[in-house]
């Protein structure tokens, strides 16, 4: 809600575990400390 805009990708867990990800749904980001528009989302909320 701040405006930033992120580019983020799946972390490992959550592509072994095949967790389908869809526009709108409410994640977790880790963001990149080198770069702050980069990612990996960790965690779908149910």
């Given at each position: 809600t701040n405006g930033h805009?992120?580019?983020a990708?799946?972390?490992g867990k959550?592509?072994?575990h095949y967790i389908r990800i869809l526009?709108?749904?409410r994640v977790?980001?880790?963001l990149s400390p080198?770069?702050?528009t980069r990612g990996r989302i960790v965690?779908?909320?149910k």
């Open positions: 805009r992120v580019l990708h799946i972390s959550m592509r072994q526009p709108e749904d977790i980001v880790e080198y770069d702050l965690y779908r909320y």
